[in-house]
């Protein structure tokens, strides 16, 4: 989620809540068209993806954190929000935040669900991150809840050159668990959380600066992802800018490390630290600005999930999934969307 003005974030907001509405008088509440109806274009923003059973879940921005869910990746229903109403502690730390929830990201670890999220306002890097837990994502479980785990890291303009958006959890073979999160401003960091908590290990944290790009006005890079693959982790980023419809030029970069911590460097040997990273996906007919990823190992093949801005449908952000294909020396390509 990049730093613009209110304007064109109101407009990809307004867009999916009008395509929700035509979803419930669809009738798609079991997860799949009828057969008599095409699948529609799925908003979202910002998503999320994990499987649970016989369904993805899909996590987007919006009020409360969208949740979606699909058997076949083509057809979303709407599950609800995780939550009705914002902890007070959100609106207390981000004095300009609207209740529009940012870039979720969700894990399973020791047996529950661990759901991030960005608190934000545009243009201000005074930006929280906080955490729910739940132990189930099907809804009619009667152990279905998401509590609030409160604040986890946060940014203030007059203290920090990071921005607080944007989380990602990652860990390696070894048990470190490790919060990836930035957006503009100094870059993409990241520092060790407790898996058992979710929270930092330490407050002040000690972070880890692993992708910038200083050579290039605003330094816009954001919506890190770290991807597992063939012994190495791939750091998926998103460079330039979303949220302007068509406009947008948005795309998703990547680089790759032995080490979860980096340093990553692009196909190029460039460290993501200096600037690098291998385009993946970028804006091509009427696929404008795809970016902020997410990838999911799902059986034998990968997924790469993502959203763009439909030219078909006025610019409105909707949802891609795509197969990831693997070139022969394991740099990853996108492969055509499945919807």
């Given at each position: 989620?990049?730093?613009?003005?209110?304007?064109?974030?109101?407009?990809?907001?307004?867009?999916?809540?009008?395509?929700?509405?035509?979803?419930?008088?669809?009738?798609?509440?079991?997860?799949?068209?009828?057969?008599d109806v095409p699948a529609i274009p799925t908003p979202a923003h910002d998503p999320a993806i994990i499987k649970e059973g016989d369904w993805y879940y899909?996590?987007?921005?919006?009020?409360?954190?969208?949740?979606?869910?699909?058997?076949?990746?083509?057809?979303?229903?709407?599950?609800?929000?995780?939550?009705?109403?914002?902890?007070?502690?959100?609106?207390?730390?981000?004095?300009?935040f609207d209740g529009t929830v940012w870039a979720p990201d969700i894990s399973f670890v020791n047996g529950h669900y661990l759901l991030y999220y960005a608190v934000s306002s545009f243009g201000s890097n005074q930006s929280c991150i906080g955490l729910a837990t739940n132990a189930?994502?099907?809804?009619?479980?009667?152990?279905?809840?998401?509590?609030?785990?409160?604040?986890?890291?946060?940014?203030?303009?007059?203290?920090?050159?990071?921005?607080a958006i944007d989380p990602n959890l990652a860990w390696d073979d070894d048990g470190h668990y490790y919060l990836v999160f930035g957006s503009?401003?100094?870059?993409?960091?990241?520092?060790?959380?407790?898996?058992?908590t979710g929270k930092l290990l330490k407050?002040?944290?000690?972070?880890?600066?692993?992708?910038?790009?200083?050579?290039v006005p605003d330094d816009p890079i954001e919506a890190p992802f770290v991807f597992?693959?063939?012994?190495?982790?791939?750091?998926?980023?998103?460079?330039?800018?979303?949220?302007?419809?068509?406009?947008?030029?948005?795309?998703?970069?990547?680089?790759?490390s032995p080490s979860l911590t980096g340093p990553y460097v692009d196909r190029n040997g460039i460290l993501m630290s200096e600037?690098?990273?291998?385009?993946?996906?970028?804006?091509y007919d009427d696929v404008h600005g795809p970016g902020h990823n997410a990838a999911l190992h799902d059986g034998p093949r990968d997924l790469l999930v993502h959203h763009?801005?439909?030219?078909t449908r006025g610019g409105m952000a909707v949802l891609q999934v795509r197969p990831i294909i693997w070139t022969a020396n394991g740099w990853p390509q996108a492969g055509p969307p499945l919807n």
């Open positions: 989620m990049s730093e613009l003005t209110a304007e064109p974030y109101l407009w990809f907001v307004k867009a999916p809540i009008i395509s929700f509405a035509l979803f419930v008088v669809l009738g798609t509440a079991a997860g799949a068209a009828p057969a899909l996590f987007t921005t919006g009020p409360g954190v969208t949740i979606q869910r699909s058997r076949d990746l083509v057809s979303w229903a709407i599950v609800g929000s995780a939550f009705r109403t914002l902890p007070e502690w959100t609106y207390k730390e981000v004095p300009r189930t994502l099907d809804p009619t479980r009667p152990e279905y809840r998401w509590e609030d785990e409160g604040k986890v890291i946060g940014s203030l303009p007059w203290k920090h050159d990071w921005n503009f401003w100094d870059g993409i960091k990241m520092t060790a959380v407790d898996p058992d407050d002040p944290p000690d972070l880890i600066s692993v992708a910038r790009r200083t050579s597992r693959h063939a012994g190495l982790y791939y750091l998926f980023v998103s460079f330039d800018f979303c949220c302007r419809g068509v406009r947008s030029d948005y795309k998703i970069a990547v680089g790759r600037g690098g990273g291998t385009i993946v996906l970028q804006s763009m801005y439909d030219g």
